[in-house]
């Protein structure tokens, strides 16, 4: 891999883990929002559905930002690459 090609790759690793703490981000706002809406306005603790819904996606985005994927390994991404480019 040349010097390019790992700058391109960590940039975009970079990117990623930045993506993922704006979701926290915004994730870390929303719902509590949400909380306090529901809470004042009905019985019934609806905001749980986003809360765990969004929270199980930042949970994904948090694991493949920092590469982390249980179902695939560590190196499948670039071992598959490796395969095509060597079937092409």
């Known amino acids: 891999m040349n010097t390019n090609s790992r ?3 960590a940039k975009e690793k970079v990117e ?3 993506g993922f703490y704006g979701n926290l981000l915004a994730y870390a706002i929303v719902i509590p ?3 306090f809406i529901n809470y004042n306005t009905t ?3 609806w905001f749980l559905f986003p809360a765990l819904g969004w929270g199980f996606g ?3 985005h948090g694991l493949g930002a920092y590469g982390y994927n249980p179902f ?3 190196d499948w991404e670039e071992r598959k690459i490796k395969e095509f480019m ?3």
């Open 7 to 9: 700058y391109l790759k």
């Open 43 to 45: 019985s019934f603790a």
């Open 33 to 35: 929002i949400l909380a």
């Open 72 to 74: 695939f390994g560590k």
């Open 58 to 60: 930042l949970l994904m």
């Open 16 to 18: 990623d883990i930045k």
């Open 86 to 88: 060597q079937n092409s």
